[in-house]
């Protein structure tokens, strides 16, 4: 890959980058494809659209592939407040989102953080969404909360590569205390929590890693993060 972190169709052609104002925010997406089958591509921590450049290219002669960045990541809005990082608002982000850009049927697929809100863009629009598929991710109320508890059991786990345990949930969803710590030290800490998480850390190539580090140094951006987990507990 080049320095740059670009994203390509299948036929090596840049995608599209866009901005529309949805449910009270402007929120960045790229696309791709001119297929009648639409896919939506929800991203999760710490990236943004920008997370999806190695299977957009496989994507694009199948489907039109749109991918946004969520609320509070990449270069969508993030809003200075602590409501609105729940999942139902940001399912109503994606749902507005794909509605003004002329599609009414879809199918979408999540990851990580992700996951959670196209769980919930499925469970609110089940007349729109076609199919949902998800990776990396327990849903909230669906193991995710037990396996973030501080145990012996799920400490030894994730030590002998047996099993999760997120010990980042319980940290996230402090106030004040991650953003003192991480700030400052966005590179140390985003590139240990990402390749110690990944299956296969040579899997984050530089450029990929550089680029999402960059951004969550934007004003507001490491906030609007921790604020969707902050939020779990509304998701109800």
């Not at 997406?29 to 939506?40: M, Q, R, W």
């Not at 290219?57 to 039109?64: A, G, K, M, R, V």
């Not at 669906?142 to 047996?162: I, M, P, Y």
């Amino acid at each position: 890959m080049s320095g740059k972190a670009e994203v390509f169709d299948h036929r090596k052609q840049p995608v599209k980058h866009g901005r529309i104002r949805v449910n009270g925010i402007r929120m960045h997406y790229i696309t791709a494809g001119s297929a009648k089958d639409v896919l939506l591509l929800v991203h999760g921590t710490p990236k943004d659209s920008y997370y999806w450049y190695k299977v957009f290219p496989l994507l694009t002669e199948h489907f039109t592939v749109v991918a946004p960045d969520v609320r509070g990541f990449g270069h969508s809005d993030k809003p200075p407040i602590t409501d609105g990082y729940d999942c139902k608002t940001c399912a109503q982000d994606l749902a507005e989102l794909i509605e003004q850009l002329g599609h009414s049927k879809y199918h979408v697929h999540g990851e990580d953080r992700g996951a959670e809100y196209a769980y919930a863009l499925t469970a609110l629009y089940r007349d729109r969404v076609l199919s949902l598929s998800f990776c990396e991710m327990l849903i909230s109320g669906l193991g995710l909360e037990e396996s973030s508890f501080w145990t012996k059991d799920n400490v030894t786990a994730q030590f002998r590569q047996e099993g999760v345990w997120c010990w980042h949930l319980p940290f996230f969803w402090l106030p004040h205390v991650p953003d003192m710590l991480i700030t400052g030290h966005e590179k140390e800490f985003w590139e240990h929590f990402m390749r110690q998480e990944c299956f296969n850390p040579t899997a984050i190539e530089p450029v990929a890693l550089d680029h999402w580090i960059e951004c969550v140094k934007q004003p507001g951006c490491l906030r609007g993060i921790l604020e969707t987990y902050r939020a779990s507990f509304k998701n109800g």
